[in-house]
Structures are given as C-alpha cells and as structure tokens.
C-alpha cells in the first residue's frame, strides 16, 4: 500500500503510524536471549522485528516506533541500523515492562496521539495482509480492529470470541451485553488497528493491559470492537520447538516465502558471498547466507538457516544458527547463536 492507496483507502499521509512492542525478556528462549533480545533473533536471515518493518513499508508507514526494555541497546541498534529510512520514536522503559497497555501508551504520547496505530509484536509472524486489516478498520468506524486467526486444537491461545455480527464479544472473561449467537472462538495474534479513542482509555501511569483492562472497559460500555477474520499462517515464535517449525514451514511453503519475504527461495539458497567447500553435502531445503563458509565433510539440513559470519564444519538438521565464529559440532533441532569459539544453545 503506497501513500497514494493510503489516502484511497481513507487515510491522510501522516494520519497512520505503527508500533512494534520489543521490550519483553524473552524468558522460554534462554540462554540465547540473555545475549540478544528476542525480536533481534533472525528468521530466515532476517531479525524478526525487522520482518515486520519492510511489512510496514509495503503499506507505505514511515512513522514507527517501539518500546524496548530487555537489552535496550541492542534493541534499539537493531532497530536503526536495520530499518534506518523509518522515522523512530523509541520508548525505553527503564524500570519495569510497562504491558501491552503501558507500553503503547508511551510509544503513541511520542509518536503523536492524534495518529491511528497499527501495532504488533515483535516475537511474532503472521502472512495476513495488513493492507487489507487497515481497509476493513477503516470502513468499520470501530475505535479498535483485532487481527484474529481461527483456532486449532494445537494453540494454546483462546478465550476470544466474535457473534454472528463479526463483532469481538467476549475477551477471556470479559463480555459485551449486546450478543448475536452463535459465538465463534477465535486466536488473537496480537496486530491490532487502534483509534485516539484507545489511547484515551489507557491508564496514564504505570503498567497496563490493552486485553484486560482496555478492551474489557470497552465491552462493558457497548463500544464496538471490529475483527479481521484469517486463515493465513501465524506463528508465535516465543519456544524454540515454535520458532523451528515455523522456519520448517516457511522453508517448505514458496506460497509462504512470498507472502512473508517478498519473494521464493531456491531448496537450496546460497548466496553469492557464501562458500561451499568441495565434500559438503546439502540437504534441501537449507539457506546459506553471505559470510558463511560449508567446510568439507559437512552435512546440511534439512530444514537449516545459516546466519552471519560462520565457519561450519557439522552435521545440521532442523537448525537455525547464526552469529560469527565457529561452528564445528553436531546439532539436531535447535536454535544456536554463535559469539566466537562459544555456542550458545536453545533446543527444542
């Protein structure tokens, strides 16, 4: 969505910002994000807030921002370096994690109140269009528009549940008096489209909650939320079994890899600035990104992604391993952040 599709579809240019919450710990990732913030990880080569970011530039939204926490610094490198064309407006919560709720707050007093917000989380990857959630927000007049997800029985996430209307009804335990059954129950991926009416709602101070104080305030008051309704592919990438299969799925779906990355990958994409030494075998589908070096005898994939400045010299499977330095022992179905002669490991 270029600004010229942004001012068809209803929004001025400047009216539209987004903001990509990064200031979590990353707890069911450690010991690799002791050393790195969770939405600094890369997927396919590419960190995952930064995922978000060339998204958000497709829909043409330059104002951006973000509130880090954990690891502030790299945070907020990652951010500037990565994504430099964007116009930041970073919110650094020094003392506690200010929730969803708390954190948006600050991010949107920085970015211009006034402005609607389409905010998402940075630990996350969803392939809906963001185009089209920013159309239907705007035609449904809502002060809020939950990205939604249909359920399977493998998701953890529940507890939230559109009427007949399409109007989001009930948030965990908090209900709207006006319902049209049947209710249907849906996973919340976190990307939203919020009004100034949203904001004005948010506690001023301290932590917050948009689900269960926000949200829940304005089913009380009969204030309509919109949802948008997808089938698309979402991951939430908080595990390192979740974050491995959900590059095993990229990496298997070409209709997956344009959808997220803009383009297909070959089964086994090499790049150009990558060396492959005679003796090493590759087992599609694999990624070998610029910097890296395959030593002979290694065994690759299926289902890796190599990142950075690495000298392999293993077998890999099911594996996303990046960082610089050394990589010369087995792994199976794990995430590895290479820093010199040290692995760093999360295994699924």
């Known amino acids: 969505m270029s600004k010229e599709s942004l001012a068809s579809s209803g929004y001025p240019e400047g009216s539209l910002a987004a903001a990509i919450l990064c200031a979590g710990f990353g707890t069911r990732l ?19 807030a930064i995922h ?58 920085r970015i211009g109140r006034e402005k609607t917000l389409l905010l998402c989380h ?19 007049k809502a002060a809020a528009t939950l990205l939604l997800v249909l359920r399977t029985p493998e998701q953890s996430l529940r507890g939230v549940f559109t009427d007949a209307s399409g109007r989001v009804v009930q948030l965990l335990r908090a209900r709207s008096a006006a319902q049209l059954p049947p209710l249907f129950e849906h996973a919340f991926t976190g ?15 301290g932590p917050a ?25 979402f991951a939430d990438l908080g595990t390192p079994s979740r974050f ?66 690495l000298d392999v010299h293993a077998q890999l499977s099911n594996v996303s391993a990046w960082g610089q330095g050394k990589l010369h022992a087995d792994h199976h179905d794990t995430l590895l952040f290479v820093k010199g002669e040290q692995l760093i490991g999360a295994a699924a």
């Open 30 to 48: 450690k010991p690799i994000t002791q050393h790195l913030p969770k939405p600094c990880l890369p997927l396919l080569g590419k960190p995952l």
């Open 244 to 309: 491995l299969d959900a590059q095993k799925q990229v990496l298997d779906a070409p209709a997956l890899q344009v959808a997220l990355l803009g383009e297909t990958l070959q089964p086994c994409a090499i790049s150009a600035q990558a060396i492959i030494e005679d003796g090493a075998e590759l087992l599609g589908p694999v990624s070998v990104g610029p910097g890296v070096r395959v030593r002979a005898g290694s065994r690759i994939g299926p289902h890796v992604v190599l990142t950075g400045q």
């Open 209 to 233: 909650c948009l689900v269960t104080q926000v949200y829940a305030d304005m089913l009380s008051k009969g204030m309509p939320i919109a949802a948008m309704l997808s089938s698309a592919f």
């Open 122 to 140: 940075g630990d996350v990857m969803v392939a809906s269009q963001l185009a089209e959630l920013l159309s239907l927000h705007r035609s449904s």
């Open 52 to 109: 978000w970011t060339d998204r958000l530039a497709q829909c043409g939204i330059r104002q951006l921002g973000a509130n880090v926490h954990h690891l502030p610094e790299q945070m907020t490198r990652c951010l500037h370096e990565e994504a430099a064309w964007a116009q930041w407006s970073i919110s650094h919560e020094r003392d506690v994690i200010l929730g969803t709720g708390g954190g948006v707050r600050e991010i949107w007093r």
């Open 191 to 205: 990307v939203q489209v919020l009004e100034p009416e949203v904001f004005d709602m948010i506690p001023p101070e």
